[in-house]
């Protein structure tokens, strides 16, 4: 391994930095051509019927605009893998915000006037929109989302806590989140010579191809998908979205290139949420905080177009050790949007609960916090059994303490003031799973002895080119500048999505194979290079296949220092700092960024964000930045990630962990404890605003 500054575990500056504050990166958008038409869609305005009629006269008579798709013109499609893709195809309207049509016209503002000028009458039908815990609705899927039993059990647990001297039950609820990545979602689409070429804002375009091929019914080989730049998802970009289709549909209709980008206001409807929970955790322990007995209990909505179960009990199985365990999830299908993915989905909103519910413990026994997590520590995966190929959950409790100054701490609720300030310290503990997908990628020796590393990896702001030539130029031992790293393109070697924290553990062990290919080749090489240069590919498919006989995760620790304003009820967040264990970092410049990003998201999680729905509209009523708040810059004065040196030789290549989502999971549980501890008073509902703060306060 190279010894360069630029090696594996430099603090390397991101590649692309300087072609995105200049202007010169190009997002799915930028990539207009002359003759370019553009898409405005028409979403559906009730929340479950039938259209009845549409009229498009007058929007066909506004100048400019090209031509109006509805299901009675837009080309047929075959089913797709995903049902919200089927856009166009019949009368039917699901959730309000479906697309019910689509404009085309010459410029951006003829598709707006147009797409207001489209008339349509529907056929309503009663709709519900409303999560409760007593829904008659529910029921127990048979999985949650990533393949995790819906239902986990181990020994008796009601018994156990009806047994238990010390007991916590207690509900906790979260609204809908928005992913709202910095970039809209938007596609710009254009068929030549029977190929279709689309630049799509997506955290995977050999996905994206995928599901274009399938619904389109066409050879995957006849689409190439371009996602060069990305401007962030969070999960919202994972899977192959409407706009996409639409474009494609609307290129191949009229014959010229296509852009669609959606505006902000119709994101909500469109390209997914999390979904909101109603949790009800109940732990049972001795008067020593020993667990004997957790139970965690999952409520949430799908919609009526497909099941998408949020798998927020899923972390009860991994963190704390008990004889007794119930974790179990339950679902019923409303007429909402389709939920999916955002960032650390399930831990991120379960962890919530059951860190919230471990603080209540600790203040029924009078024990420290972080002690009490201390004295739950398993010695395996509680619901496996199998061994953890590490876990340094414990030394990032008191490492982080020590860092934050926890000792100081008075455990006493309400103690501090500072004039008309209440102040208040928490923690929570953090976990997220180790993933890793089937991966290729090609490495080229050229004679001048630069080098070309291709994957076929997205680089959605988190600094995956940076880190990925890092990885090939420490194999090959080289300085970074030698290495071309080309990405973002479904004709380079098949990749994953950038999800589940497991991009660079994916595309980073294809790239290390290719690249220690390529080394070995060289050396048997004798004389010059050809003029071509020597090309290897490699594919990780023999190496994800095997079952780890380890249980893989990443933990942190959390520590949140809160000043609440008594005569307000606004709570501000002076200090966070995380504590992480997540293998190797391989770059600590874009490392500490994820870190840190995570951490805000959650601090947003914790005060700022919430969607609700609209009982007689039947929408998201939080659906813009008007009114969907994420925290500024103002809000996170002084935000701290640290790391302790972890070796694990059960992961990849590169002894990683995904770091992109644990930054989320346990922040807003450490800021609700946290205010808990400044003001004494315990709620149970996310976001923490001033209007349920002041009733309690003095």
Same mark, same amino acid.
């Given at each position: ?21 200049? !202007? ?108 409760? &815990? ?20 181990? %020994? ?11 007991? *916590? ?43 274009? &091929? ?11 998908? *371009? ?29 010229? @290139? ?78 909402? @949007?389709? @939920? ?28 420290? @916090? ?89 680089? *959605?702001?988190? %600094? ?34 950038? %999800? ?103 601090? %947003? ?58 930054? *989320? ?14 003001? !004494? ?18």
């Amino acid at each position: 391994m190279s010894d360069s500054p630029h090696a594996l575990g430099a603090p390397v500056v991101r590649r692309d930095g300087r072609d995105k504050i200049t !202007g010169a990166a190009r997002y799915a958008a930028e990539h207009t051509t002359p003759g370019s038409l553009y898409g405005w869609i028409v979403p559906a305005t009730v929340a479950s019927g039938r259209i009845t009629a549409i009229r498009t006269a007058d929007a066909l008579a506004v100048p400019g605009v090209r031509t109006v798709l509805t299901h009675h013109n837009a080309p047929r499609l075959k089913e797709p893998d995903d049902p919200i893709l089927a856009v166009l195809q019949d009368d039917r309207v699901p959730h309000r915000g479906w697309p019910v049509a689509l404009v085309v016209a010459e410029s951006l503002e003829s598709a707006r006037a147009g797409a207001e000028a489209v008339h349509v009458e529907y056929a309503t039908t009663g709709h519900d929109v409303v999560l409760t &815990a007593g829904h008659p609705g529910l029921y127990t899927p048979e999985e949650a989302n990533g393949g995790h039993p819906a239902l986990r059990e181990r %020994g008796d647990t009601l018994s156990a806590f009806d047994a238990a001297p010390v007991r *916590i039950d207690a509900t906790y609820a979260l609204r809908g989140l928005h992913n709202h990545p910095m970039e809209p979602h938007a596609s710009t689409a254009r068929w030549a010579d029977g190929h279709l070429t689309v630049h799509d804002s997506s955290q995977g375009s050999t996905a994206v191809r995928d599901g274009l &091929a399938q619904a389109l019914g066409i050879d995957r080989d006849t689409v190439t998908v *371009i996602s060069e730049h990305v401007g962030g998802g969070f999960g919202s970009k994972g899977t192959p979205r409407p706009q996409a289709v639409l474009a494609a549909m609307a290129a191949r209709h009229t014959g010229c @290139p296509v852009q669609l980008a959606l505006v902000r206001r119709s994101m909500a409807a469109v390209v997914g949420h999390r979904a909101p929970t109603l949790q009800r955790v109940r732990l049972g322990s001795d008067r020593e905080g020993v667990l004997t007995t957790v139970s965690h209990e999952i409520v949430t909505h799908t919609s009526r177009i497909k099941e998408f179960v949020e798998q927020a009990a899923v972390p009860a199985r991994v963190m704390y050790a008990s004889p007794h365990s119930r974790t179990e999830h339950r679902v019923v299908a409303l007429d909402v @949007p389709s @939920p999916s993915w955002m960032r650390a989905p399930g831990e991120a909103s379960g962890m919530y609960a059951l860190e919230s519910a471990m603080d209540e413990l600790a203040c029924a026994l009078g024990i420290d @916090p972080v002690e009490l997590r201390l004295r739950n520590e398993p010695r395996t995966e509680p619901d496996s059994g199998r061994p953890f190929s590490s876990r340094n959950l414990a030394a990032c409790l008191t490492e982080g303490a020590r860092r934050f100054g926890w000792a100081d701490r008075d455990p006493q609720p309400a103690a501090r003031e500072e004039g008309p300030w209440l102040l208040g310290t928490g923690v929570a503990s953090a976990t997220y799973p180790v993933l890793v997908s089937r991966s290729a990628a090609s490495a080229q020796a050229a004679p001048d002895g630069t080098y070309r590393v291709g994957v076929n990896a997205t680089d *959605i702001g988190t %600094g995956a080119r940076t880190v990925l030539a890092q990885i090939a130029a420490s194999v090959l031992d080289t300085r970074l500048e030698n290495v071309t790293l080309d990405i973002g393109s479904s004709d380079l070697p098949v990749a994953p999505v950038a %999800g589940g924290s497991a991009g660079t553990a994916s595309w980073g062990s294809a790239v290390h194979k290719a690249t220690g290919a390529l080394v070995r080749r060289l050396a048997e090489h004798t004389g010059p290079l050809p003029p071509e240069g020597i090309t290897v590919t490699a594919d990780t498919g023999e190496e994800t296949a095997q079952e780890s006989p380890y249980a893989r995760h990443a933990f942190g620790a959390h520590f949140a220092e809160v000043a609440v304003d008594s005569l307000t009820g606004e709570v501000r967040v002076r200090r966070l700092l995380g504590m992480y264990a997540a293998g190797r970092i391989l770059n600590p410049r874009t490392a500490r960024s994820q870190f840190i990003g995570g951490m805000v998201m959650g601090l %947003g999680m914790a005060l700022t964000e919430g969607s609700t729905m609209d009982p007689a509209f039947g929408d998201f009523t939080e659906s813009d930045l008007a009114s969907y708040h994420v925290p500024s810059c103002a809000d996170v004065p002084d935000v701290q990630a640290h790391w302790i040196d972890e070796h694990d030789p059960h992961l990849n290549p590169m002894g990683s962990k995904g770091i992109g989502e644990i930054g *989320i999971v346990g922040t807003a549980a450490a800021i609700g404890n946290a205010v808990r501890h400044a003001t !004494g008073a315990r709620l149970r509902e996310l976001p923490l605003t001033p209007d349920k703060l002041l009733p309690y306060l003095p």
